[in-house]
Each structure stands twice: as C-alpha cells, then as structure tokens.
C-alpha cells in the first residue's frame, strides 16, 4: 500500500499547550531554561535526542523562546501530541493507530515542520547533572 | 445611540477601576455588570474568602446605587432584610413595613449565604426578584432592584430550593486565585483603587433600554441551536432560563454598543446554564458556536465563557501593552514571556490578526535585549 501525504490545517481552537519543543539551537535555549528554574525542573518530564528536546510541563510553568513548538493532547486521541494550532486533515485516532503500527510507542508526538514523530514514552523528570552534561556535549560538537 | 456608548463607556471603566486589586475577578464583575443591564440577578458559587462581597460592594460603590447587603442565617429574621412593621400605623389597625434602608428600596443588592434564609424571607424574595414588588401588608412597593448578587459555598441539593435558585439567572463559579497568580494577591494590601464617581446607575438604565430594544432575529435561530446541542448531552436549560438568556444576549451587545445582537453575543448562555460542571462541559461542546464571541466592554467574561480567539486577542493586546509599558525587571520578563507563550500556542503565524503580531515584536525585540545587572549587585 502506498504512503498517504499527511496535510495539515489550522484549528479554530487552539488545544491548550502541555508541552514544548525545540529544535536545534531552540534545543539548547529550552534545557537552559530548564536548568535555571527550579520549580520548572521539579516537575518537568523530558525527553532529548540529538538537538532536540521535548519539555512537558504545566501550562503555566512552560518555558518560551522564540521559535519554540507548542504542543497539546489531541481531546479525541489523548496519546497523541500536536501543534497547539494545527489539526491533521483525517481523523488523529487513526494518525495515533498509523504511528503506533509504525512502531513508535505512545504518548507521542507529531509535527508538520520538521516532519517527525517523536516519542514521549521516555519522558521523564530532568536530572540536573544529566541535563548540563547533554548541554555540554551539545556545546562541544 | 450616542447616550448608549457614553454609558457603555462608564461601565466599562466601572469595571476596571472596580478590579484594580482584585485578581482574578473581572470577569465576575464584568458578568454583575451584564446581569444588570439584562434586569437580571446573579448567583456566585465559591469558597468564603474568595472576594465575592468585595465585587458587589465595589460595583455598587462605583454606581452610586442604593446599597443593602446582609449574610443570611438560620435565625434571620424577616425584619432584617425587609424592614420592621410600622408600629405607629398598627396601633392605627393599619399594617405596613418601614422599608427606608432596607432591601425594598435597595438598587444593588448582596446576600451572603443567600440560601440560609428562612421560608418567610425565601418567599419574599422570590417576589422581589422575580417581579421587583415588595408586598408588605396592605402596601406593595415598587423595588428599585437592578441586579441582587447571591454568594453561596455551594448549591443546596435541597429540591425546594430549585425555584429560588432559578431566579438568579447568571451563575458564576469562582476559586481561590491560582499558585500563578499569588504575588499578585499579597500585593493588593497595596493597591488603591477609586471607590466612587465614575458611573452611575442611569447609565444602567440607559443600557437596559437600548437591550430592551435590541434585536434578537439574527441570533434566535444560534441560541436555538446550541440549546439543541446541548440538550443532546443532557444539559438541559428549563424554557425559562432559555427564554431569559435572550436578555442576556441583548445586553451583551448593547454594552457592545449595537443593535443587533448576532453570533458574537452568544457566550452569555454559558453563565445560564446551572453547575460548574455543565457550563464547562458547555464550553466544550460549544466551540465552534463560541468561536466569534466577541466583546469589547466584557472582554474577560466573554474569553471566560468561550475561550474565542479574538476576546483572547484583545486581553493580551491589553496585558501585553501595559506591561511593555513598565520598567525592565525579572519579573515583568516573565510576564511578558507569559504573554509570548500564549500568543504562540494561540495562534498559528499566519492567523495572528496583526496588532498580536506587533505585540509579539516588540515582546521579542524587548526580551533580546540583556536585562541590565541591578545596582545594588556586587
């Protein structure tokens, strides 16, 4: 069977965001953030890769950079996290079922620009020496 | 017309001095405002200690209206809301109630713990409230009453009690101020804020007119609609409170300064519809409907019942621009990164109406720049 294009649209809702991410050098602004606030760090779960990292958060807590993804729980397939603004042309369930036979294990997140699926299954709380540890090979690449 | 934006205008700045030091409380004050012009009453549902009575007083204290408030308990009697008989006259065989000061001739009145009172005293105010006549003996008094607040911890489940709770028809679920917003609380032992003059309560009736006026053609059929859907999910509306909510509508637009009340003045029916629960669970169902709500006089109470874009557009132009508007300091950058967030996950660049993307502009030109040491570092 043939891949299906997955085309997007604006909602007229915006989901309320739960979780943020960065890109790149936005990567590196958000884990910085991160580590400078403690209240932030207390109850944040991350999840990082290569110039990447995903912070969830509540609402209120959640750092900003210019740049950054906001992302929030699709109402109709909570597993699934998506820009705040943005819907998927077809159903989300069967995104989340597409993703999930793909192999990607949920909660996970999908996104239009860059055009990735990212994991969330890993997220977990930050710690402090882990953190600045990934900052600093970040740095030195 | 004109009369009408003059005094939509007052209201307006009654609102926002009446919420200087009062956090998280516009859009109550703005929904007491809206109840009055709608000749309707409003019933707050919340905690003690959550500035209910505050709200009232500082309304009432800005319109100059005749004030009555009293917490009711068991033990109240009839008399302390209403008035003592006139003794002079019963000696004559005649009886009336000396109502000078009392609840009668108030025309902004507060209960606390409105659900305490006794039969006697519920059964009359069911009659103030609902057809603004006070009969007292052989005399009925015309009650002068715009809007009685009622404060409640909570909803009696008591089914006798339905009757009375129906006739406040705006309902507002209110708690203590969240964890973000704390600061803010324990600075308000600081704030000043203006406690008369600035409207009155002709402005009131002025508005209450141009409700009365205004036309519900265009919106009828949305109204109709969305009690449909919600009805589909068992949230029911009694034929009563729907039929009323239309002055709800007309109110919000003639605050708005139209005519016409259209799909921008929907989001009044949220606050008609009983329990906390119900009117969130409305939110949700009602999205779509809600999605062009729009107030400029009631903006946090309009945001407040449907989360529509462009009421949050307008709150964050203004949030945003007085605090751009303050000197630099850690705090206020965390604001205004706050600010950013939202607008952000608000909306998608290319939907941003272009007064948000200015606003965002001038947050990111503002938070590029190195905050400067203080100067009493080192």
Known sequence: MGAIELAWKPRDQPLPPLAVLGIGKLAYTLARALSQRPELLEVAEVVAGHELICVRAPTELLPWADGVVYLGREPTAPELFLPTTLTPHFAPTLLLQACIRAGHAAPLCVLPQPRCIISLARARKADPSTLDAWLHAGATR | ?378
């Open chain 2, 1 to 378: 017309m004109q009369e009408s934006a003059i005094a939509a205008a007052r209201l307006r700045e009654v609102v926002r001095s009446a919420s200087r030091g009062l956090i998280d409380r516009e859009a109550l004050l703005e929904l007491i405002v809206l109840a009055a012009v709608a000749g309707e009453h409003v019933l707050v549902v919340g905690p003690p200690g959550t500035a209910k009575s505050e709200a009232a007083r500082r309304i009432s204290k800005l319109l100059g209206g005749r004030y009555f408030e009293y917490l009711l308990g068991r033990f109240t009697e009839p008399a302390e809301l209403f008035g003592p008989i006139d003794l002079q006259k019963l000696r004559s065989g005649v009886i009336e109630t000396r109502v000078t000061g009392m609840l009668p001739e108030a025309e902004i009145a507060f209960l606390d713990e409105v659900f305490r009172g006794s039969t006697a005293i519920l059964n009359t105010l069911l009659g103030i409230l609902a057809e603004r006549r006070f009969h007292a003996g052989s005399k009925v008094h015309d009650v002068p009453l715009r809007v009685c607040i009622g404060a409640t911890n909570e909803i009696p489940e008591d089914e006798s009690l339905a009757a009375f709770a129906d006739r406040f028809l705006v309902q507002v679920y209110v708690e203590p101020v969240s964890d973000t917003q704390l600061e803010e609380l324990l600075a308000v032992i600081d704030a000043e804020h203006q406690t008369t003059g600035i409207g009155t309560i002709a402005d009131v009736d002025v508005l209450r007119e141009a409700a009365r006026r205004a036309s519900l053609v265009q919106i009828r059929p949305a109204l109709a609609d969305a009690v449909r859907v919600l009805r589909q999910h068992a949230i029911v509306l009694s034929d009563r409170r729907m039929v009323r909510t239309q002055r709800l509508l007309a109110a919000a637009a003639a605050l708005d300064g139209r005519d016409t009340a259209d799909a921008r003045d929907l989001w009044p029916l949220i606050h008609a519809i009983p329990g906390a629960a119900q009117q969130q669970q409305a939110r949700d169902l009602l999205r779509e409907q809600l999605a062009s709500s729009q107030s400029q006089s009631l903006t946090n109470a309009a945001e407040h019942a449907s989360s529509g874009p462009l009421v949050r557009a307008v709150r964050l132009l203004e949030t945003g621009t007085q605090l751009l508007a303050q000197a630099r300091d850690p705090r206020l950058d965390l604001q205004l990164e706050a600010v950013a967030r939202e607008i952000d996950a608000s909306f998608a660049p290319e939907r941003q109406p272009a007064n948000i993307a200015e606003l965002r502009q001038a947050i990111v030109a503002r938070l590029a720049t190195p905050l400067e040491p203080s100067a009493s570092g080192g």
